[in-house]
């Protein structure tokens, strides 16, 4: 082979290789994002067949207000229905009361501590002095 014939090869090569890469490169993009969409979509339907029409509506007002949350109560529930737990669609109360237990499991305790030797610093005595 002639070294004009070896450079023209590898050139094909070179250019084939890059093609696939680029190629490659868009079709994993695109296959990620419609297994995101098939995992989303699977996501709602389960949703769909564990809420009835109300609790599903007050889900969704509660991700809009509080998006980590909703998601957090979406992955409990699709947990649930994974598991066997839900016996049949739930509906807005027992969401409700759902919600509830998650307050409470996630709520914090606010102390406030008060320092009266600090406080004491500060009497009213310095206004009487003047």
């Known amino acids: 082979m002639a070294d004009p014939e070896l450079e023209a090869i590898r050139q094909q090569r070179l250019a084939q290789l890059q093609s696939q890469?680029?190629?490659?490169?868009?079709?994993?993009?695109?296959?990620?994002e419609e297994k995101r969409q098939q995992v989303e979509e699977m996501r709602h339907s389960i949703l769909t067949q564990v809420?009835?029409?109300?609790?599903?509506?007050?889900?969704?007002?509660?991700?809009?207000?509080?998006?980590?949350?909703?998601?957090m109560?979406?992955?409990?529930?699709?947990?649930?229905a994974q598991?066997?737990?839900?016996?049949?669609?739930?509906?807005?109360?027992?969401?409700?009361?759902?919600?509830?237990?998650?307050?409470?499991?996630?709520?914090?305790?606010?102390?406030?501590?008060?320092?009266r030797r600090r406080a004491a610093l500060d009497s009213d005595d310095d206004i009487d002095d003047m």
């Open 83 to 115: 598991r066997g737990q839900l016996p049949g669609k739930l509906g807005e109360k027992e969401l409700i009361g759902l919600l509830e237990s998650v307050n409470q499991q996630t709520q914090r305790t606010t102390t406030v501590k008060f320092d």
């Open 73 to 80: 109560v979406e992955e409990m529930l699709l947990n649930m």
């Open 21 to 32: 890469y680029k190629g490659g490169d868009a079709s994993n993009k695109q296959a990620a």
């Open 51 to 71: 809420l009835d029409q109300s609790a599903r509506a007050r889900l969704n007002t509660l991700a809009l207000g509080k998006p980590e949350k909703g998601k």
